[in-house]
Every structure is written in structure tokens, then in C-alpha cells.
């Protein structure tokens, strides 16, 4: 398949816990659903449970192909009862599950998450300010979750620390991350290796 013809594949980062209120349920499912509805591919951590489920039933639903990305030793602990159908890659251990699903992305969504979605946020923010092509990142907040990130990594551009502080981008809803990562027609440009050009 021409590269500008197959769908963008969207990495989502995004925790294991399910937060604090159901409106944080409710973002992940319809991120699920919003990329399904574009035709966008899943690719996540293989989780069926906390904000990793709700993303890919949203996603299963609306008939997105998902790939999940998960560590042998994480596979009882993560996929749960209820995971959505699949491709599933087992990887030997977090560094390489990282790899996969960076490798594999065209784009990067974090909903919410603990130490492991600001981890894979770090990793792909990192690699763009060395210049590496990994694509638009873009963080979505439910209820002011990622802000004290921005204040932070602004005072260390304010520092001299961080040269572009610019990098990780706020989306306020669901479809505005969807429209940040990928706006209409984008695809039609997608550029060698399948990235999309911003
Ligand atoms: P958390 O944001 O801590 O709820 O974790 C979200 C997902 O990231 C879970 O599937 C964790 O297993 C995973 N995770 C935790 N640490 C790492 C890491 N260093 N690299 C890749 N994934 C991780």
C-alpha cells in the first residue's frame, strides 16, 4: 500500500489507573472513538484496563485496527478480561515496548497517566528536540492535568535549559488533539517513512 494511503498510526500514551472522576473514562473512550471515526490506527500498551481500556474500546468500537505493545511480565497484570480484539506484540521488557510503539507511531497522544505515560512522553519530547522526526506530540487535558508539566519545562527554557519549549502541545478535548496531530488532508502529504508534516 502507498504510504499516503495507509492510516496514521496514532500512539496513545496514557495510564493504567482510571483517575479520579469518569469524565477522565470518558476523554480516553471518545479519543478511541474520534481516531477510529478518522481512520486512524491504534497504537498503545495493550492494556484492557484503567484509561489503556477505555481508549481501546473506544477505538474497537468504531472498527480502528489496534497494535498493542506489551511486556511478557506485564500481560496478566495489564491486558485484564476485557481486551478489545488486536495485534498484539510482546516485547522482553518496558525499554523495548517503548521502542515498538515509538517506532511504530506516526504521532503521539498522552491522555493522563503516572511515572510509565510520563515516561514515554519524556522519551518522545527528548528525541524531537534532538531533532529526531517522531512526529506532532500532543498532551490532553481533562482537567488541568498536564499544566504543571508546561509551567515546568517553560521555566527551564526560561533557565536556558530547554531550547524549544514549544515542542509539547496542549489539546483541551479529543478532537482538538485528533485535529493537532493530524489535520484534515494531512495524510495526502504524508512524508517518506509515513510521518505527517506539520
Ligand atoms: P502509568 O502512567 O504509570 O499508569 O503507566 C502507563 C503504562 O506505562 C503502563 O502500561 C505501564 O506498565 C507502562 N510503563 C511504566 N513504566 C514504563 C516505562 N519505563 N516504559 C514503557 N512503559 C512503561
Keep these: ?13 496514557c495510564g493504567f489507573a482510571s483517575g479520579p472522576s469518569a469524565r477522565y473514562a470518558e ?17 498503545y500498551g495493550a492494556g484492557g484496563v484503567g484509561l489503556m481500556g477505555a481508549v481501546a474500546r473506544g477505538a474497537s468500537a468504531g472498527g480502528a485496527p489496534i497494535l498493542g505493545v506489551i511486556p511478557e511480565f506485564l500481560r496478566a497484570k495489564e491486558m485484564g478480561d476485557d481486551l478489545p ?48 522526526d517522531v512526529g506532532p506530540i500532543v498532551l490532553l487535558d481533562v482537567d488541568d492535568d498536564w499544566r504543571s508539566l508546561i509551567e515546568y519545562v517553560e521555566e527551564l527554557g526560561r533557565r536556558g535549559f530547554v531550547r524549544d519549549a514549544s515542542i509539547l502541545r496542549l489539546a ?22 509515513g510521518r505527517v508534516m506539520s
Design 27 to 43: 476523554a480516553a473512550t471518545a479519543l478511541g472513538a474520534g481516531l477510529a471515526a478518522r481512520g486512524h490506527r491504534l497504537v
Design 85 to 132: 480484539p488486536q495485534e498484539i506484540v510482546l516485547t522482553d521488557d518496558l525499554l523495548e515496548r517503548k521502542r515498538v510503539m515509538i517506532d511504530r507511531s506516526d504521532a503521539f497522544i498522552a491522555l493522563p497517566g503516572g511515572y510509565g505515560t510520563l515516561d514515554e512522553v519524556l522519551e518522545v519530547v527528548s528525541m524531537a528536540a534532538l531533532g529526531q
Design 1 to 13: 500500500m502507498d504510504i499516503s494511503e495507509r492510516p496514521l498510526s496514532l500512539g496513545v500514551f
Design 172 to 193: 483541551a478535548t479529543p478532537e482538538q488533539a485528533l485535529d493537532m496531530v493530524a489535520p484534515a488532508g494531512a495524510l495526502a502529504g504524508a512524508a517518506p517513512g
